[in-house]
Each structure stands twice: as structure tokens, then as C-alpha cells.
């Protein structure tokens, strides 16, 4: 059985651990906590072992502590790195490569330039199947992850009759559990978002996507605006919307007001940290304009990346063919059936 080590037990941290522990193809080391809070207790109690840096033992002396996260390296097969954006690669070059550990990092990295984790920024709906023998890859951040789920499909059907994709990213302030960070009321425009670029890792550069971000007040997920040009007239909604009817990971919704009411659906039916893992078309939005569609969806920043890690992990350490890891990722996180259960309650009214 391969054995996995998640560093950083922050929200992707817990996330991932949550639903991998589940997984009975893999056994999990434990996790590495860097500050000594109630999290601690809180891995130990949800029967996890904690790890903590070598320097850094002395701070935990009041917790039940495993070990160092180097002794917890030395016996996994894998690590997942789920530390703040910019520490992966610190933890790469200081911790993992001495070490010769395979690595999973997260979106704040970055896959360009000197700080770059690796040269590839995975996106298992256009590129599974070039994790094969990587020791190093980069899972997409969550609007990343979730433009995917939108232009490899569009790519796929119609590829020469597309001229260009116009997406203005509305992200979320924080998340939801994140209650020590303040919501702060104004919108912030992001100079030079990496989001465009990131994707162009995984979609091919030459894909003529044009972004733009801000960031705006809320904890409930991001919403993207995008307009897809082609070369005459463009499809109506109706096929847009038939096009991911079979999609995994994307849901169709007619009556969602806002983002909240996706949240709180998932909260309702009891879904999994009030994720749901996916990004949801708002139908309602979707307009054909002579040679462009508008379309709006809104995307799951905390949820949507955690089924992702479980695809990369698979591609990584067995090389599974994409339709068994899809399988297997299904029968932990249950995505068809939430997807379901999202359409039928926020479904078209006659
Ligand atoms: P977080 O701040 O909630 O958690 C990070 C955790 O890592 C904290 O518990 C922190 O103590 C710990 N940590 C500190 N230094 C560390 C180190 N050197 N090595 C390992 N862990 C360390 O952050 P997060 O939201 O879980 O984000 C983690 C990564 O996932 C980032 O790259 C982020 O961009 C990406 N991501 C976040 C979201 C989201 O919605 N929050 C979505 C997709 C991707």
C-alpha cells in the first residue's frame, strides 16, 4: 500500500486528508502542523498522527506530537504539499528533493520562471495522463481548475470554429471558515492575475484567452463571467448547456439567486465541509449574441481541487487509466450524485 504525507493542515490540508483516509488504496502517514493550535487536537482526534518541523519540536511539547515531518518523509511514498502559496517550493527545494519524495503542490505555486515547482500544472479533464512518471506536479489553483472544467469541453466540440475567450474572474475575499480574516468591504482590482497563464499551462499557449480579476467581498466562492467568441454564429444556450450534461464536476443550475444559495444547498444536504466540489453554470445567465455566448459560473474555491489531488495522486503513484481514477475518486466524493441532487433543486421552472 503507498503511503501519503500531507504537509499543511490548513483548508486544502484538511480537505484532502478528510476524504483520502477513506481511500483504501492508500495509507496516510499523518500530517505536518507548523503552528501549535487547536488543530493539533483537532488531526490527533480525527485519529491522525501529527508531524512538526525538526526546529520547531519544542513549540509542541504540550501536544502528542508523532515525530518531525523529515521522519514522516523518510517513510512515504508521496507527499502532498498543502502549505501557503510560495512555501511549496521552499518545502521542494529544502525537504522534498533532498529527500527524493514525489510531490503534489498546490495553486498559490507556480509553474514559470525561477520559483517554478514543476513544468506541470495539472487539470485532469484536459492533461491526467501527463502525470505519468512525474516526480513533481502542480495541481491548478480553483478558478484554475474550474475554467478547465469549461474550455476543454468547448475545445473538444468545436476547436477551429473558437476565436477568443473573454473571462472576468469575480474571487471570493476568504473562506468560510477562515474567521480570523476580515472581509474587507471594497473590490480590489489584481494586477497581472496569474490565473490566464496558469491555464495556458495546461490548455496550450496559443489559447486566446484574455482575463481580467477582482476580488470582491464575500466568502461565498467565485463567480466567473465569461464571453466565448466564434467564428460565425455562435451556438445557442440550449446546446452550451447540453455540451456539460455529462460533464463531471460541473453542474447545471436555473434558480440559483447567488453563490450563497449554493452554499447553503450543500450545507443543507449535508455535503462535505458545505462544499460541493465543482463548478455550477447559472443557465439562467446564458445568452447567445451573434457570434458570442455569455456565460456565468460560479466555482467552488475550497472544494473543487480536493477530487482533483485525488486524480493526480492516482496518475502519479499507480497509473491508473483516467476512467478507472475517475471511478475510484467517484466512490469518495460522490460527485454525480450531488451533481444530481444541485440540478433537481435548482432546476428550470415551467
Ligand atoms: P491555509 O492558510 O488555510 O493553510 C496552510 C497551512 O499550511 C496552515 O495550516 C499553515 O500553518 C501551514 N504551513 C505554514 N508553513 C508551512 C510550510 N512551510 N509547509 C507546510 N505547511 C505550512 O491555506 P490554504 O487555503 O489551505 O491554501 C493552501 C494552498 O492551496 C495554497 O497554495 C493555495 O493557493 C491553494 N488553494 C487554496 C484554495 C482555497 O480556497 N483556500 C483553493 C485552491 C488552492
Redesign the pocket.
Known amino acids: 500500500m503507498k503511503k501519503i504525507f500531507v ?7 484538511t480537505r484532502i486528508i478528510a476524504f483520502i483516509k477513506d481511500d483504501p488504496e492508500v495509507e496516510i502517514v499523518g500530517v ?4 501549535p493550535d487547536e ?1 493539533v487536537n483537532h488531526a490527533i482526534s480525527h485519529g491522525l498522527d501529527v508531524y512538526v518541523s525538526e526546529q520547531k519540536l519544542d513549540d509542541f511539547k504540550d501536544y502528542k506530537i508523532a515525530g518531525s515531518i523529515e521522519s514522516a518523509l523518510d517513510k512515504s511514498d508521496l507527499v502532498i ?5 510560495g ?2 517550493f ?2 521542494k527545494k529544502n525537504l522534498y528533493e533532498p529527500k527524493g519524495i514525489i510531490a503534489i503542490y ?4 507556480t509553474v514559470y520562471g525561477e520559483k517554478a515547482v514543476s513544468d506541470l500544472l495539472f487539470n485532469s479533464r484536459a492533461n491526467y495522463v501527463e502525470a505519468f512518471g512525474k516526480k513533481h506536479v502542480m495541481q491548478g ?2 478558478n484554475v481548475t474550474g475554467m478547465g472544467r469549461i474550455l476543454q469541453p468547448l475545445k473538444e466540440k468545436y476547436a477551429e470554429q473558437l476565436v477568443r475567450f473573454d473571462v472576468t474572474l469575480i474571487r471570493r475575499w476568504v ?1 468560510i471558515e ?1 474567521t480570523d480574516k476580515q472581509v474587507k468591504d471594497t473590490i480590489e482590482m489584481t494586477e497581472h492575475p496569474h490565473h490566464g497563464d496558469d491555464v495556458k499551462a495546461y490548455m496550450g499557449k496559443e489559447t486566446p484567452l484574455f482575463l481580467r480579476a477582482i476580488k470582491v467581498p464575500t466568502r461565498q466562492m467565485h463567480l466567473h463571467i465569461m464571453d466565448i467568441r466564434f467564428k460565425d454564429t455562435a451556438p445557442n444556450p440550449s446546446e452550451i448547456h447540453e455540451l456539460f450534461t455529462n460533464e463531471n464536476g460541473v453542474a447545471t443550475l436555473w434558480t440559483a439567486k447567488g453563490t450563497k444559495d449554493v452554499r447553503d444547498f450543500a450545507d443543507t444536504m449535508k455535503f462535505s465541509f458545505k462544499d460541493t466540489n465543482m463548478i455550477h453554470i447559472h443557465a439562467n445567465m446564458t445568452t447567445t449574441l451573434g457570434d458570442t455566448i455569455q456565460m456565468m459560473y460560479s466555482d467552488d ?2 472544494g473543487i ?1 480536493i477530487p482533483e489531488n485525488h486524480m493526480l495522486l492516482q496518475a502519479m503513484l499507480f497509473q491508473k487509466s483516467y476512467e478507472e481514477a475517475l471511478k475510484h475518486t467517484e466512490s469518495l466524493f460522490h460527485m454525480k450524485e450531488k451533481k444530481t441532487k444541485l440540478e433537481e433543486h435548482f432546476a428550470k421552472k415551467d
Do not use: M, R
Open positions: 504537509n499543511g493542515y490548513g483548508t486544502i490540508g505536518g502542523k507548523y503552528s488543530k504539499d498543502a502549505s501557503p502559496g512555501h511549496g521552499l518545502n498546490q495553486g498559490g505555486e489553483s480553483c473562506d477562515q474555491q475550497t481541487v
